[in-house]
């Protein structure tokens, strides 16, 4: 069974048919790139796979879990399904060690020595454990966005969804970003990313999906797609984005 | 036509005014206790998914809003009673005082929650925690945060209001004025006593409040 | 005794609201004078003036209107004017709504962005010119609904005329329940007319807010 999978998943904004019948199968261990031009439904697309957006026909299955519009089992859910935000979406009135620790503590019920021994080992898998007691309005864009995937890890997730997460960052640092994903990559993580970063796509990611007009248009290996590009919309995308 | 102000004469009845002083203290502190914890719930309440709790919500708030406090005050102290709820007027007093700032704190918060940006509501919601702990945890503290300078200022309007509730006859600062000018027919000194101790504490609570702000908000601001 | 009924209570209540809705008027329109005449001098800018307008707007948002009621009440006849309470109420309304209406149309102003200025300044704008054709009209359009909103203060702070002694909504009350003794009713009643006249306004006041946010 594989760890995430979408079966003709439709998904209507109004009269806005956004999302019409993906099918997508993502294996644990896997990363994977969706692509795709604003407005081809790949965030919401990702936004389906932990219920932040309900959908209106089909299923989505994520670690045996059906994703149905129910709090409770959202909940459950979220326990195997992290997400990274663009936005970072940082608690401004926790410290960076507090907003790692939240979830462990009010969700997990773990301790609070154990939650803080957590949140001190994440903190330095993402580099930033000398900021432990600052104040995310204090920290540079990257680094929040850092603080927000320690976050996210401390519930020691299945997946990672990750939403543009470098979209909103000064040019020079998006690397530090992009170095923590490899880094989980490395360490067999799964991790779907909605991203702008070919580059990213391409040299670290297993497989790539293009969305266009609400389905996968394309998909297959990351040098294959990039390499070799068969719809004529995927070429022109590529094209555009070079 | 020409006349003294004499003040001197005023000194006997010290303990007077600080008697009332001391109830107006009271009365604010409490009421500005309940009040914002009652706030706190009609805003929870304002939000919720209940569609009969927001309505409650809502009539509360605006009948408060678009009455004036006296009334209400004489509603609680005169009007309860008729039904069978007897209240001394101190407990009626405070009651209407905490009704009275629930209603504008209310409306104060939940201004503040709505500014929340919709992520926050979403990262606690990927975080696994219920509705219940995101509002407690997430959104609640930066939006006390982005509307404390109008709390504040609420109040300081609820402690100057509360020299109304004199007209129940509490004793606080207001009443010692009355009392103390029925005695010694020196109205005008009597209140422009009362009047300067208010406007003291005013000015206190604004500095007390923003004390409890550099103390409380670490964080650099929102 | 008199039998009250119920139409007799209201019908009376109604006769004391017009003179609620009339002190409102008075002092909403002689408030909104003078907060104007002190948003003006304030805009010119003396070191002296803003101290003394700072000062008048922090005393009358620091001491309850009621006590303005009786210190304007006994203080004019301290200096040998007898007023009656409908004056006092008039007066002290007055100067208590100037005191909000200037510190909101000068928040207005201050609200504008300092870009506005910059590009005034950029232009060859004199400060008079700046005032008159960009920060003014821009801040006016701001302001209404806060001074819609404000209205509802006033109106709701008549009320405390009835303390020294002006018969209108809420000392009629009082006078009618002294002879019905049907507390509940008749403060029900009170607080129903009230909010039949407030309401409204903030409903005005909202729906000017939203529009406004819209706008811009």
Redesign the interface.
Same mark, same amino acid.
């Given at each position: 069974m594989s760890l995430v999978s979408l079966d003709k998943v439709h998904k209507y904004y109004g009269d806005n048919h956004v999302l019409k019948g993906v099918d997508l199968k993502i294996e644990a261990g896997e990363v994977v790139s969706i692509i795709g031009r604003s407005g081809s439904g790949k965030s919401t697309l990702l936004r389906c796979m932990n219920g932040l957006e309900q959908y209106q026909k089909g299923g989505v299955i994520v670690d045996n879990q059906s994703v149905e519009d129910d709090e409770y089992k959202l909940r459950l859910l979220s326990r195997s399904v992290g997400m990274v935000f663009q936005s970072f979406n940082l608690f401004p009135h926790m410290t960076v060690g507090q907003n790692v620790m939240l979830a462990t503590k009010l969700v997990l019920k773990k301790s609070p020595s154990e939650s803080k021994k957590l949140a001190e080992e994440l903190l330095e898998k993402v580099g930033l454990s000398d900021k432990f007691s600052a104040y995310p309005g204090n920290l540079s864009g990257g680094q929040q966005q850092r603080v927000a995937i320690a976050r996210s890890l401390a519930m020691s997730p299945k997946v990672l969804l990750c939403d543009e997460i470098t979209s909103a960052l000064d040019p020079e640092l998006v690397g530090e970003v992009l170095k923590v994903l490899e880094q989980l990559k490395a360490e067999g993580m799964t991790l779907i990313l909605v991203t702008h970063e070919m580059n990213f796509a391409r040299d670290v990611g297993d497989r790539v999906v293009f969305m266009n007009q609400g389905k996968v248009w394309e998909t297959g290996a990351s040098d294959e797609i990039f390499a070799n590009p068969q719809t004529e919309e995927l070429k022109s995308f590529l094209a555009a984005v070079r | 036509m020409s006349y003294q102000l004499d003040f001197p004469s005023l000194v006997p009845f010290l303990p007077q005014f600080a008697a009332g002083l001391w109830t107006t203290i009271e009365l604010t502190v409490i009421s500005t206790l309940g009040g914002l914890l009652l706030g706190t719930v009609c805003a929870q309440g304002r939000i919720s998914k209940d569609t009969w709790l927001r309505t409650i919500c809502s009539c509360y708030v605006e009948v408060i809003r678009n009455t004036p406090f006296i009334v209400q005050l004489f509603f609680i102290f005169f009007g309860l009673p008729a039904l069978g709820f007897k209240l001394s007027a101190w407990e009626a007093g405070v009651i209407a005082m905490v009704i009275n700032l629930g209603a504008y704190s209310t409306e104060i918060i939940r201004a503040g929650i709505d500014a929340a940006p919709k992520g926050q509501w979403e990262a606690g919601q990927t975080l696994g925690l219920t509705r219940r702990q995101v509002f407690w945890h997430i959104i609640l503290p930066p939006a006390y945060q982005r509307v404390y300078p109008a709390i504040a200022s609420q109040c300081i309007i609820v402690m100057l209001g509360s020299s109304v509730v004199s007209q129940i006859s509490v004793e606080e600062l207001t009443f010692s004025a009355n009392f103390i000018q029925s005695r010694t027919f020196l109205s005008f000194e009597s209140y422009i006593v009362a009047a300067l101790v208010y406007l003291l504490l005013a000015i206190l609570m604004r500095q007390a409040f923003a004390l409890v702000k550099r103390c409380t908000f670490k964080n650099p601001s929102l | 005794m008199m039998q009250f009924t119920d139409w007799d209570i209201l019908r009376n209540l109604l006769l004391a609201a017009r003179w609620t809705i009339l002190l409102s008027l008075l002092a909403f329109i002689g408030g909104g004078l003078f907060g104007l005449l002190l948003t003006i001098l304030r805009s010119m800018r003396n070191t002296l003036i803003t101290r003394l307008i700072q000062g008048y707007v922090? $005393?009358f948002?620091?001491?309850?209107? @009621?006590?303005?009621l !009786?210190?304007t009440f =006994?203080?004019f006849s @301290?200096? &040998?004017f007898e007023v009656d309470a409908w004056t006092a109420a008039v007066i002290s309304l007055t100067l208590f709504s100037s005191a909000f209406f200037h510190d909101i149309w000068r928040g207005c102003i201050e609200a504008l962005p300092k870009g506005q200025w910059e590009a005034c300044r950029t232009l060859g704008l004199s400060y008079l010119q700046t005032m008159r054709y960009v920060i003014v009209p821009q801040a006016m359009r701001m302001s209404i609904a806060p001074t819609v909103g404000f209205s #509802?203060q006033i #109106?709701? &702070? *008549? %009320?405390?005329a009835? $303390?020294i002694g002006f018969v209108e909504l *809420?000392k009629a009350? *009082?006078m009618i329940?002294n002879a019905v003794f049907?507390? !509940?009713k #008749? !403060? %029900?009643f #009170? %607080?129903l007319l009230? =909010?039949l006249i407030? !309401?409204p306004l903030?409903l005005l006041a909202r729906y000017l807010e939203k529009k406004n946010h819209v706008a811009r």
């Amino acid at each position: 069974m594989s760890l995430v999978s979408l079966d003709k998943v439709h998904k209507y904004y109004g009269d806005n048919h956004v999302l019409k019948g993906v099918d997508l199968k993502i294996e644990a261990g896997e990363v994977v790139s969706i692509i795709g031009r604003s407005g081809s439904g790949k965030s919401t697309l990702l936004r389906c796979m932990n219920g932040l957006e309900q959908y209106q026909k089909g299923g989505v299955i994520v670690d045996n879990q059906s994703v149905e519009d129910d709090e409770y089992k959202l909940r459950l859910l979220s326990r195997s399904v992290g997400m990274v935000f663009q936005s970072f979406n940082l608690f401004p009135h926790m410290t960076v060690g507090q907003n790692v620790m939240l979830a462990t503590k009010l969700v997990l019920k773990k301790s609070p020595s154990e939650s803080k021994k957590l949140a001190e080992e994440l903190l330095e898998k993402v580099g930033l454990s000398d900021k432990f007691s600052a104040y995310p309005g204090n920290l540079s864009g990257g680094q929040q966005q850092r603080v927000a995937i320690a976050r996210s890890l401390a519930m020691s997730p299945k997946v990672l969804l990750c939403d543009e997460i470098t979209s909103a960052l000064d040019p020079e640092l998006v690397g530090e970003v992009l170095k923590v994903l490899e880094q989980l990559k490395a360490e067999g993580m799964t991790l779907i990313l909605v991203t702008h970063e070919m580059n990213f796509a391409r040299d670290v990611g297993d497989r790539v999906v293009f969305m266009n007009q609400g389905k996968v248009w394309e998909t297959g290996a990351s040098d294959e797609i990039f390499a070799n590009p068969q719809t004529e919309e995927l070429k022109s995308f590529l094209a555009a984005v070079r | 036509m020409s006349y003294q102000l004499d003040f001197p004469s005023l000194v006997p009845f010290l303990p007077q005014f600080a008697a009332g002083l001391w109830t107006t203290i009271e009365l604010t502190v409490i009421s500005t206790l309940g009040g914002l914890l009652l706030g706190t719930v009609c805003a929870q309440g304002r939000i919720s998914k209940d569609t009969w709790l927001r309505t409650i919500c809502s009539c509360y708030v605006e009948v408060i809003r678009n009455t004036p406090f006296i009334v209400q005050l004489f509603f609680i102290f005169f009007g309860l009673p008729a039904l069978g709820f007897k209240l001394s007027a101190w407990e009626a007093g405070v009651i209407a005082m905490v009704i009275n700032l629930g209603a504008y704190s209310t409306e104060i918060i939940r201004a503040g929650i709505d500014a929340a940006p919709k992520g926050q509501w979403e990262a606690g919601q990927t975080l696994g925690l219920t509705r219940r702990q995101v509002f407690w945890h997430i959104i609640l503290p930066p939006a006390y945060q982005r509307v404390y300078p109008a709390i504040a200022s609420q109040c300081i309007i609820v402690m100057l209001g509360s020299s109304v509730v004199s007209q129940i006859s509490v004793e606080e600062l207001t009443f010692s004025a009355n009392f103390i000018q029925s005695r010694t027919f020196l109205s005008f000194e009597s209140y422009i006593v009362a009047a300067l101790v208010y406007l003291l504490l005013a000015i206190l609570m604004r500095q007390a409040f923003a004390l409890v702000k550099r103390c409380t908000f670490k964080n650099p601001s929102l | 005794m008199m039998q009250f009924t119920d139409w007799d209570i209201l019908r009376n209540l109604l006769l004391a609201a017009r003179w609620t809705i009339l002190l409102s008027l008075l002092a909403f329109i002689g408030g909104g004078l003078f907060g104007l005449l002190l948003t003006i001098l304030r805009s010119m800018r003396n070191t002296l003036i803003t101290r003394l307008i700072q000062g008048y707007v922090e $005393v009358f948002q620091g001491i309850p209107l @009621l006590m303005q009621l !009786f210190l304007t009440f =006994f203080g004019f006849s @301290l200096i &040998g004017f007898e007023v009656d309470a409908w004056t006092a109420a008039v007066i002290s309304l007055t100067l208590f709504s100037s005191a909000f209406f200037h510190d909101i149309w000068r928040g207005c102003i201050e609200a504008l962005p300092k870009g506005q200025w910059e590009a005034c300044r950029t232009l060859g704008l004199s400060y008079l010119q700046t005032m008159r054709y960009v920060i003014v009209p821009q801040a006016m359009r701001m302001s209404i609904a806060p001074t819609v909103g404000f209205s #509802v203060q006033i #109106v709701k &702070g *008549t %009320a405390l005329a009835s $303390v020294i002694g002006f018969v209108e909504l *809420t000392k009629a009350g *009082t006078m009618i329940n002294n002879a019905v003794f049907q507390p !509940f009713k #008749v !403060f %029900a009643f #009170v %607080a129903l007319l009230y =909010f039949l006249i407030c !309401f409204p306004l903030s409903l005005l006041a909202r729906y000017l807010e939203k529009k406004n946010h819209v706008a811009r």
